[in-house]
């Protein structure tokens, strides 16, 4: 791929990486046990205009388009998924909406200070009885005299959730609409009131990433905080996610790189039968297809971020990414703890977390079962627009 990116963004990868082999590396095993993510690589990370990029150079970001936010996101993935996690939440799904529908006034009081990490970011779309069936929010937002609006309800699983000052929330405010007409998305601010943290979740991997249960209890919202238009915000989520697909996608594509180099190394210096494991048919094969699935990943992820980079939807390819990179991610994990026998399972070697961190991401930012729902309709959606055409 390197064949295709343009000379800035082959010195953005440089830039990343030796960010991440200097900064993050030795803080990711920390991060997982402790279960927090240090505040001060965060900041380092705005320094480094990473937490800019996908905000336009006007609004205070580095405007590195989709594929350079995919780099950035692809390095991470590589060393620290607790924190390519935090990162993703914070400017993709938490900064996407208001790049995509924000107002001019909205974007220039919060853009400049998600870039520079003056405020954290989530997005709160999922609720208890509302996970894969996003529709079936129950948060309500009601209008007061003065036309602003009043917030109640909760939501779980939120990535970023006791950190965030600044929340992307989805509630519904005309329940007769239902979900393509009757829901709206909202810019709430913790320094509003009535934002009330839940416990934060324990987590079998990503535990550094800061998972909770959040409240919006009579949240009074101004009416400027609308973000796109009144009883769209299901199509703004839909957008969102359509890209945070893709940035996942990335962060898939650098742990299963990394779960590949560090197979090699060890194949290559653990010695069984008086000769390295990797000489051994067996392992062989194992390296093979693990290399042959991230070479697939990696066509996928930078060619969907081509065209969205061109302003082309890619609902389509942005589920096909999210479900071909999350599974095989896992599958190369997997395969990884195996060639390294019982080192893979201990909790002294980075594969160890690596395989906890990456069973999530076949579950959040839709399942994928609902990506081949995605797929199936999108396929068919093309399929008739060509039988029409004959």
Same mark, same amino acid.
């Given at each position: ?147 602003? =609006? ?6 779980? =699983? ?172 896992? =599958? ?59």
């Amino acid at each position: 791929m390197e064949l295709f990116f343009s000379e800035e963004q082959k010195m953005l990868r440089q830039m990343a990486r030796e960010f991440v082999d200097r900064e993050v590396r030795p803080l990711a095993d920390k991060h997982d046990k402790e279960e927090k993510i240090e505040r001060g690589i965060i900041a380092k990370m705005a320094e480094q205009g990473f937490l800019g990029g996908t905000i336009p150079e006007e609004y205070g970001g580095s405007n590195l388009g989709k594929t350079g936010f995919c780099i950035i996101g692809e390095e991470i993935g590589r060393v620290d998924s607790s924190l390519g996690t935090t990162m993703g939440a914070h400017s993709g799904i938490g900064t996407y909406g208001i790049v995509l529908d924000g107002t001019e006034e909205q974007k220039q009081k919060y853009l400049p200070k998600i870039a520079s990490a003056e405020m954290i970011a989530a997005f709160a779309l999922t609720e208890p009885g509302a996970g894969s069936d996003a529709a079936a929010i129950k948060t309500r937002a009601e209008r007061d005299a003065n036309g602003d =609006w009043i917030l109640n309800g909760n939501k779980i =699983w939120i990535t970023n959730g006791g950190m965030a000052d600044l929340f992307t929330v989805f509630a519904v405010t005309d329940p007769a609409l239902g979900a393509r007409g009757g829901v709206t998305a909202f810019l709430v601010e913790r320094a509003f009131g009535g934002v009330e943290n839940g416990p934060k979740l324990a987590k079998m991997g990503i535990k550094g990433s800061d998972t909770r249960e959040i409240f919006f209890r009579n949240v009074r919202v101004p009416k400027e905080n609308v973000l796109g238009q009144v009883g769209l915000g299901f199509v703004t989520a839909m957008k969102i996610l359509d890209i945070g697909r893709l940035s996942l996608g990335a962060s898939c594509l650098g742990a299963a790189k990394e779960a590949l180099d560090l197979s090699i190394k060890h194949a290559t210096t653990r010695i069984q039968f008086s000769k390295p494991i990797a000489e051994q048919q067996a392992i062989q094969f194992y390296l093979a297809e693990m290399a042959t699935r991230i070479f697939a990943m990696e066509q996928m992820v930078y060619y969907t971020s081509m065209l969205a980079d061109q302003g082309k939807k890619v609902t389509l390819e942005g589920s096909m990414v999210k479900l071909f990179c999350t599974e095989n991610s896992t =599958w190369i994990i997997n395969k990884a703890v195996q060639i390294h026998g019982g080192m893979g399972y201990s909790a002294e070697y980075p594969i160890e977390r690596m395989f906890r961190d990456a069973r999530i991401c076949e579950i959040f930012e839709g399942t994928n079962e609902i990506q081949k729902l995605v797929i199936a309709r999108e396929v068919l959606k093309d399929y008739a627009k060509e039988f029409a055409r004959v």
